[in-house]
């Protein structure tokens, strides 16, 4: 491994991008970011039959919403482009052929009704779905199995083939992951895996060894659900001559559903109501559709499946980059919180500035029809910042600064009404009218009317309140009063409601 770091991720463009991917691609890109390193982003795109339309921009959205930006990418170029695995098929044969050559690997010419047969010949109990591999393959139509002349006679008749990894029998195949430390893999439990489809293009094993190794790629994270192909892997660096290149591994733990059974998957946003791409895909609302910020949306995923080691838990993408420390990500899966999610979001909303807050606050406001000017918006949103988890929330809590509120909770109001109020609101109204416009004057004239009424805070404050704002929330009744000025407050305050 040369010293200089390089860390790829290498996302699939078959659909949007599921959170585990957005973690994979943060947490490589802490690792090289800390090691003053490249972050690349390679699109594997050569399964022509899961490429979807619009995939690849919906990544590179993603990323970009995220802050977490590649140094090489298809979009950005690079020394070691193409950085579409399409692209770059020029490649893949050669190696492939190589291996044939070496022995590594071999010529298969078997038709899928061949392929099938063999299933079904050679399935057992004990072996419901035989394998192509070190016991099928002496049976099968191979470069092992056919005379040299009969493999030259059908590669220049255009035979349709494959060619598929020669794995060896008999052997411990070891590498050492970062996360999970030594890996022993039974080289008999492996199957043949195909290296180059009939249709020329390179399979994800062949692919990815030879692109990490030619863009010289030093750490890759990955999630686990690769960890049964590392040992193919393994084999290709060595069979390739690659070996003392080959990178550092690091599998990370899966994300888990709420429940902890099995992993989130992209169907479980819908099922269970919660979102789980980072941005809208299809009918599926994002993240930040549903109004989580960038910040939180890092910060919950970084403490899935890591912590700092103390009880801290939120942090910035700059923390993260002083303290993230690939040795403390955990082996076991991490159960996914959408609560615990929605509280990060409250917990960055109440940090964030104003000013950051406010273009994505007015378009929340515009949708529902609330236009005013931005002093106004930031004076109220700082009111009510720490009031609101998700950003849609900043219509309701923000509404009643701007308009009359449409629904008054009554019925709480009347509940508790007695002579007594309609006196002291009257009076208060009259003393209103006189008072100079600043939160003090109203708050001293407010509770000396109290008081001289010999009434409880509460029995009029209550009221009070549901007359400005509608029900019982919001905050300090008098910012409220203070902000809708006079005018608005001696109407809003009906004396016989
Ligand atoms: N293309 C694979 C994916 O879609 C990448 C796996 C890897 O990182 O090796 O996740």
């Known amino acids: ?31 090289a970011k800390q090691n003053k390193g490249s972050f690349i982003l390679r699109v594997e795109d050569t399964d022509q039959t899961r490429f979807v339309e619009g995939a690849e921009e919906y990544i590179v959205e993603t990323l970009n919403w995220c802050g977490i930006i590649p140094d090489e990418s298809p979009q950005n170029g690079g020394e070691y482009g193409p950085y579409r695995q399409s692209e770059r098929k020029a490649d893949y044969r050669k190696y492939a052929e190589q291996l044939v050559e070496s022995g590594n690997a071999y010529y298969a010419f078997d038709t899928p009704e061949e392929l099938t047969a063999m299933r079904e010949k050679y399935k057992t109990k004990e072996n419901p779905s035989p394998q192509y591999d070190k016991n099928t393959r002496t049976k099968m139509k191979n470069s092992l199995t056919l005379s040299e002349a009969e493999v030259k006679d059908l590669l220049d008749q ?23 430390g030594d890996i022993e893999n039974d080289s008999n439990l492996l199957d043949d895996k195909v290296l180059l489809k009939g249709d020329g293009m390179p399979t994800y094993h062949l692919a990815v060894v030879v692109d990490d190794y030619l863009m010289k790629v030093s750490h890759v994270f990955r999630g686990e659900e690769w960890l049964p192909s ?3 892997h393994v084999l290709l660096w060595k069979y390739l001559g690659w070996e003392k290149d080959a990178p550092d591994w690091a599998h990370l733990p899966l994300i888990l559903k709420p429940d902890g059974n099995g992993k989130l998957s992209k169907r479980d946003g819908a099922r269970l109501g919660f979102p789980v791409f980072s941005l809208q895909w299809e009918d599926n609302k994002g993240f930040k559709e549903l109004g989580f910020l960038p910040d939180a949306f890092i910060n919950l995923l970084a403490v899935l499946g890591w912590n700092d080691g103390t009880e801290e838990e939120i942090f910035s993408m700059e923390d993260l980059l002083e303290k993230f420390d690939v040795k403390r ?38 949708a529902a029809g609330i236009v005013a000017d931005n002093k106004k918006i930031k004076i109220v949103l700082a009111m009510v910042q720490e009031r609101i988890s998700l950003l ?69 404050m209550l009221p009070f309140r549901i007359m400005l704002v509608g029900g019982k929330f919001g905050p300090g009744v008098f910012d409220i009063a203070s902000f809708l000025g006079k005018e608005e407050v001696l109407e809003r305050v009906l004396v016989n409601s």
């Open 329 to 366: 990500i955990n082996k076991a899966g991490a159960k996914f919180s959408y609560e615990k999610a929605v509280w990060y979001n409250a917990e960055w909303v109440k940090r964030a500035s104003v000013d950051s807050l406010l273009p994505a606050i007015k378009k929340e406001l515009a």
């Open 392 to 460: 849609p929330e900043a219509v309701k809590e923000m509404d009643y600064f701007f308009r009359k509120p449409v629904q008054v909770d009554t019925e709480t109001i009347n509940k508790k009404w007695s002579e007594q109020h309609t006196a002291f609101y009257n009076e208060l109204k009259t003393i209103w009218a006189d008072t100079e416009w600043t939160k003090e004057n109203l708050e001293t004239s407010f509770k000396e009317l109290i008081s001289k009424h010999e009434m409880k805070m509460g029995a009029v």
């Open 158 to 180: 255009n035979t349709p083939h494959v060619i598929r990894i020669k794995v060896p029998a008999n052997e411990q195949i070891q590498f050492t992951d970062i996360i999970r």
């Open 1 to 31: 491994m040369s010293n200089n770091v390089r860390v790829r991720f290498a996302p699939s463009p078959t659909g949007g991008l599921h959170i585990g991917g957005v973690r994979t691609a943060l947490f490589g890109y802490l690792f």
């Open 230 to 232: 590392a040992p193919i």
